[in-house]
């Protein structure tokens, strides 16, 4: 037995962007761990649905992230806890360069990285001893596909931002998780016959032959909030897809 693990019995862990996905196949898993868990989403039906499937300590909170003084206020609110999440992001477009709206290009940064920014900004002050900061990456930063140049440019800025709080924020452990290909909402906008090609692509080519799961990326995280000794990496939950 590892014990330079810890358990999360407990602690106090909010999640940000968790009401459906990576985030509540997360919640769950640390909530089964014993954790209090507080789920942040902006739609009040899916926390309501999310809450459903958690103990009946958990809290959810419906708050748009995008806005800076929304984060500011909720963790002015909520006080001290031990670990943070944030897997919070809205289905990228994938288009060609030459198909890019800048515009519409630049609005997918503001949750997905500005609004992490913003989230450790605001929440380091009230994170205990041995708290930690865990954020979300993709494969797509290290291999992108063609069309792929914004969610590879916003991956990238994720891990370089990582590295940096894991410097500024010592002792409080900054990492990130970085999924490949995974089943889940993240595709719904997606017609389902394409859904299922791409899903069957990533199963006969990827080393485990099987696409992710959230609960496979669930698992890293609560790695990441329980190991005591690991700063600034970026975890690779991808089932071989960097190595094809």
Known sequence: MNTNLKTLSGKKI?????SSGIG??????????GAKVIIVSSNLDRINTALSQLPKNSEGFAIDLSKESNI???FTKIGNFDHLIYTAGENLQLNLISETDIDTT??????RFWSTVAAVKYATPF???GG?????????NARPAAGWSVASAICGAMEAFVRAMAVELAPIRVNCVVPGV???NLWDTMPEADREDMYKYYAETLLLKRVGETEDVADGFLYLMKQQHGTGQSL???GGTLLI
Do not use: C, W
């Not at 909010?14 to 968790?18: D, F, K, N, V």
């Not at 509540?24 to 761990?33: C, H, K, Y």
């Open 14 to 18: 909010i999640l940000l962007g968790a």
């Open 24 to 33: 509540l196949a997360t919640a769950i898993a640390a909530a089964q761990e």
């Open 72 to 74: 500011e206020s909720f």
């Open 106 to 111: 630049k609005s997918f940064f503001d949750l």
């Open 127 to 129: 994170i205990n001893p």
């Open 132 to 140: 930690s900061i865990s954020l979300t990456s993709g494969t797509a």
């Open 182 to 184: 995974l089943k889940s």
């Open 236 to 238: 690779v939950i991808d």
